[in-house]
Nanobody, 121 residues
Framework: QVQLVESGGGLVQAGGSLRLSCTAS????????MGWFRQAPGKEREFVAS????????YYAASVKGRFTISKDNAKNRLYLQMNSLKPEDTAVYYC??????????????WGQGTRVTVSS
């Protein structure tokens, strides 16, 4: 059974940084693409970033490009999201998912439980 566990969320001031981690088990991590999504209160889940199986290709939503960096460490079965220059509009629950690089969440087959990020102004 595949399990994804996110960590690293918290409260940060605008302009600050956080690094989210997602630890995977139950699947050959190195063989799969992965992504980060977020969901703010009252809004639909939206694509943030994704990375292919090897880590050689990355994709970002326009709203985070240049501020966020996705990476994966296949040896540690971990996915990361480095978030810099955070804005109040980045406040959301962040989820990692596996199975695709697509922006459409329906293309992903396993999801973590989410970690909350709150950016204060």
């Amino acid at each position: 059974q595949v399990q994804l566990v996110e960590s690293g969320g918290g409260l940060v001031q605008a302009g600050g940084s956080l690094r989210l981690s997602c630890t995977a088990s139950g699947r050959t991590f190195s063989s799969y693409a992965m992504g980060w999504f977020r969901q703010a209160p009252g809004k639909e889940r939206e694509f943030v970033a994704s990375i292919n199986w090897s880590g050689s290709s990355t994709y970002y939503a326009a709203s985070v490009k240049g501020r966020f960096t996705i990476s994966k460490d296949n040896a540690k079965n971990r996915l990361y999201l480095q978030m810099n220059s955070l804005k109040p509009e980045d406040t959301a629950v962040y989820y990692c998912a596996t199975g695709s690089v697509a922006a459409d969440p329906r293309r992903y087959d396993y999801w973590g439980q989410g970690t909350r990020v709150t950016v204060s102004s």
